[in-house]
């Protein structure tokens, strides 16, 4: 929108800063978003470790954004709310503190700069924003991402979990030779490209945004796996053929509408990966999933989220 002079107006928002012990911070972080807010991210405020990189445990301070709009009244007194319920619920840690400022068009590429660092995930894998400098170690897989907007940095426990089980499943199974992989969800890429570098030969990375397609298209070739992962827009219902290994870091609802589909593309030994979801959930996953031809191998539990690793049974003869 233009002014009389013709210079474009400047869209508010309502930046919060909210302190929060170590046990809550995926909960806070999940329940601001669903209220609306956007560029949320983490600063931590404990020293990072001797090898350079930041210790996933420590207090933390939650950056998030609302539009300043209509709703931006509710959305506060909601917020509040639900602070005041996580003090009733959890007497013994610190109460939530919530800060707020109003700003102006925050520069998101720049604030993702500030809090975005290199990090370990998994035994061998380790995140690095494109800006920043790492001197790989041993054995090191190190995935370059630039985020922009969309989802998936290996900061989320969702995200770790996945990035750990795929580890696992690639390097243990010798008897795929070629893995074939999709990845429903893709934000970022980076559950597809760390695939890729694991050693898949052929990886397919689907989201419905198509700005996040833009973005995984981007981190792919940064991550040098253009030859073997290719980001698209398609719907996952449509999609035909079948594959090896599938990797799902959705929501509940979302995992359970698709549960047919991503298990008639699995093939049969094939591995199933879902992620995205709160333990307290787990009761709707597991009597949706498990069940023929599904069997559950492991989970994977950090904080409040739950990861599914699973295999598909092979046809009987």
Wanted: glycine share 8%; charged share 30%.
């Amino acid at each position: 929108m233009a002014d009389r002079k013709g210079e474009t107006k400047k869209q508010k928002w309502m930046k919060l800063e909210l302190s929060v012990p170590e046990e809550l911070v995926d909960a806070v972080s999940n329940f601001v978003i669903e209220i609306g807010a956007q560029g949320v991210y983490e600063e931590t405020l404990e020293p990072w470790a001797a090898n350079g990189l930041p210790e996933l445990g420590g207090n933390k301070i939650v950056f998030a954004y609302l539009p300043f709009d209509l709703r931006l009244e509710d959305r506060i007194a909601r917020l509040q709310g639900y602070i005041e319920g996580l003090a009733d619920l959890f007497p013994s840690l610190p109460k939530v503190a919530c800060k707020q400022e109003t700003i102006e068009d925050p520069d998101w590429g720049e604030q993702w700069k500030k809090y975005f660092k290199p990090l370990r995930v998994s035994r061998e894998i380790v995140i690095k924003p494109t800006w920043e400098r790492y001197t790989p170690e041993g054995g090191d897989i190190v995935i370059e991402i630039d985020p922009g907007m969309a989802f998936g940095t290996g900061q989320h426990a969702s995200t770790r979990m996945c990035l750990e089980a795929l580890e696992e499943i690639i390097s243990k199974d010798r008897d795929i030779k070629a893995w074939e992989v999709l990845d429903v969800g893709t934000g970022t890429g980076i559950l597809g490209i760390a695939c890729a570098k694991l050693g898949a030969e052929k990886v397919l990375c689907l989201d419905i945004d198509k700005k996040a397609v833009g973005i995984a298209r981007e981190n792919i070739q940064i991550n040098g796996v253009a030859d073997r992962v290719k980001a698209s827009s398609r719907d996952v219902a449509a999609l035909e053929g079948a594959f090896d290994l599938i990797v799902a870091n959705l929501t509940e609802k979302i995992l359970t509408k698709l549960r047919q589909t991503l298990v008639s593309l699995l093939r049969p030994r094939g591995y199933l990966v879902i992620s995205g979801i709160i333990i307290e959930n787990r009761n709707m996953i597991e009597e949706s999933f498990l069940t023929s031809p599904i069997e559950l191998l492991r989970t994977l539990t950090e904080k409040e989220w739950i990861c599914y690793v699973m295999k598909k049974r092979a046809e009987n003869p």
